[in-house]
């Protein structure tokens, strides 16, 4: 964003592209926006960051890609407390004014599909790109879903098979430019990632005592609520989605399913069913070795982010 | 950051360092913090980032100073609104484990200076150092003093004098390590800037018009001010503090003094005197003519970005 004239153009072409504010809310343009709270309840805050070379080439996808994907993963970071976006704040370093366009038209896209409005940021010259969201939710008066609730007895769930998105990338690698017809699925799965709303607001209503979304794959991303709730975790399998290996579904990550710990399973299946949504997949329980980490009576590694196929 | 144990490690010395969350409420190390809403009122939310090599270089400050900074610029966009900061959500990109310590000391001290607190964020590795802090604020349920509502007529205002932390960069690079003791002030105008939150709400509570603070520089940022509010602006001059020159006062940028615009003089004097505070400076008024950007008769170029002494 060379000097302030292009900064100014490029804060417009931004604003032009996004949804526009109500005429009693302020969003972009402003030193702060002004929003509504809440409401009844609590807010949630969250906050992640993707760094070019770190979380993405821009040699395997579009600008577009990286601005639904870093929306899309702080989306999932609210869905993981049972609760619903609001409003986001972007901030981008390093991006030409091509790569703006791109980066905002995947916001666009994102916002759209999750009913969340961007309504700041901030823009910086740079080096190399790196996007940053930040983002509020709500519970709308119900209680938010930490990692520490889970007990001895909980059944453990996810809410779809895993690996997806690191055979994407991997198959990306293998033939980039020219994805065979199988992987597509595999590939968008890495490239426009699905926060899981309506499935974290379903384990919240089906009494879910704790939830973490899978980003840096499940293994790692279950010894995080294991060790926050002080429980050990025995699981039968790790469920690997068509085309994935074994290894993606454990260690794979940017999966963004939601693992949740439930006491009563049909209450899981029923509140499921009624909200019209795919039975999440039961995949173990919860122990009170607070130790254990075990899956098809192996040890069951905490890793993911080291071998992340990034 | 290393694998995920040296980035769970991290984590817990930040979470450490930093104040801890009310047993109501969840900060750091869940998906996302759960914290009470603003309350009455609108909620206020703003991001600024920093990177190194463009606005800051740790061969001139410390990484405790750039914590402070990062913080007190964001609080300074919630005083920029009439606003009081709440939480914030920091997202650290490229730092070593004694970087991030740095950081995080200058933080909690900015926390603690304005009642702020760090609720989350994220941490990334990557070829450079790259800080983002996202805010929250209230108004309290009084109203938020946007850029848009100056008119003909009003008196403008600065809450101090201009071109310290310009001045300062600019004494630390001349002689970096050996301040001469005049120069101590402005050094630390640079590299601790202070966020008018107080001054803030006075204005608000006299009656500001329009409201903005100072971070690319008196002339780019009052010309925003101005093209939001569709007035003209006739400058008497521009306060240089001790130390800083003209071009320092008019263009040097980072002084996050607060400018805003009001009918009523009188009750500018007396809301800022009740209050404990220094007088704010009047510098010139608005007109009705909107292309006006004058200053002593001269043009008033809107710049500052392209010249900033970074």
Same mark, same amino acid.
């Given at each position: 964003?060379p000097g302030?004239?292009?900064?100014?153009?490029?804060?417009?072409?931004?604003?032009?592209?996004?949804?526009?504010?109500p005429?009693?809310?302020?969003?972009?343009?402003?030193?702060a926006a002004? *929003?509504?709270g809440p409401g009844?309840?609590?807010?949630l805050?969250?906050?992640?960051?993707v760094?070019?070379?770190?979380?993405?080439?821009l040699?395997?996808?579009?600008?577009s890609?990286?601005?639904w994907k870093v929306?899309?993963v702080n989306v999932?970071d609210?869905a993981?407390?049972?609760?619903?976006?609001?409003?986001?704040? /972007?901030?981008i370093?390093?991006?030409?004014?091509?790569?703006?366009? !791109?980066?905002?038209s995947?916001?666009?896209e994102?916002c759209?599909?999750?009913d969340?409005?961007v309504v700041?940021g901030?823009?910086?010259?740079?080096?190399l790109?790196v *996007?940053?969201v930040?983002?509020?939710?709500?519970t709308?008066?119900?209680?938010?879903v930490l990692?520490?609730?889970?007990h001895a007895?909980?059944?453990i769930? /996810?809410t779809?098979?895993l !690996?997806r998105?690191?055979?994407?990338?991997?198959?990306?690698?293998?033939?980039?430019g020219?994805?065979?017809p199988a992987?597509?699925?595999?590939?968008?799965?890495y490239?426009?990632p699905q926060?899981?709303?309506a499935e974290g607001?379903?384990a919240?209503?089906?009494g879910?005592t704790?939830?973490i979304?899978?980003s840096d !794959?499940l293994?790692?991303?279950?010894?995080?609520l294991a060790?926050?709730?002080?429980i !050990?975790? *025995?699981?039968d399998?790790?469920p690997?989605?068509?085309?994935?290996t074994?290894?993606d579904a454990?260690?794979g990550?940017?999966d963004?399913?939601?693992?949740?710990?439930a006491?009563?399973?049909?209450?899981?299946?029923? +509140?499921?069913?009624e909200a019209?949504?795919?039975p999440?997949i039961?995949?173990?329980?919860? +122990?009170?070795?607070r130790t254990a980490r075990?899956?098809?009576g192996?040890?069951?590694a905490a890793?993911?982010?080291?071998h992340?196929?990034?």
């Amino acid at each position: 964003v060379p000097g302030a004239d292009g900064e100014r153009a490029a804060i417009e072409r931004i604003r032009i592209a996004l949804p526009q504010a109500p005429d009693d809310e302020t969003w972009i343009g402003d030193d702060a926006a002004v *929003v509504p709270g809440p409401g009844a309840g609590s807010l949630l805050l969250a906050a992640d960051t993707v760094v070019e070379g770190v979380h993405f080439d821009l040699d395997l996808v579009e600008a577009s890609d990286v601005g639904w994907k870093v929306l899309a993963v702080n989306v999932s970071d609210i869905a993981a407390m049972g609760g619903t976006p609001l409003h986001a704040l /972007v901030t981008i370093v390093g991006a030409s004014n091509s790569v703006i366009d !791109g980066l905002v038209s995947g916001l666009a896209e994102a916002c759209s599909t999750y009913d969340c409005a961007v309504v700041g940021g901030d823009l910086s010259s740079g080096p190399l790109l790196v *996007v940053t969201v930040a983002i509020t939710g709500t519970t709308g008066g119900g209680r938010a879903v930490l990692r520490t609730g889970a007990h001895a007895g909980d059944q453990i769930f /996810v809410t779809g098979p895993l !690996g997806r998105s690191s055979a994407g990338l991997r198959a990306l690698r293998a033939h980039p430019g020219d994805v065979g017809p199988a992987d597509l699925d595999l590939v968008a799965a890495y490239r426009r990632p699905q926060a899981r709303v309506a499935e974290g607001l379903a384990a919240s209503g089906s009494g879910a005592t704790a939830m973490i979304d899978i980003s840096d !794959g499940l293994g790692i991303d279950l010894d995080r609520l294991a060790t926050a709730s002080g429980i !050990g975790i *025995v699981l039968d399998d790790a469920p690997a989605a068509c085309g994935a290996t074994y290894e993606d579904a454990l260690a794979g990550g940017e999966d963004y399913e939601l693992i949740f710990t439930a006491a009563d399973s049909s209450a899981v299946s029923r +509140v499921f069913a009624e909200a019209g949504l795919r039975p999440p997949i039961r995949i173990g329980e919860c +122990v009170a070795d607070r130790t254990a980490r075990l899956i098809g009576g192996q040890p069951l590694a905490a890793s993911g982010w080291e071998h992340r196929l990034r």
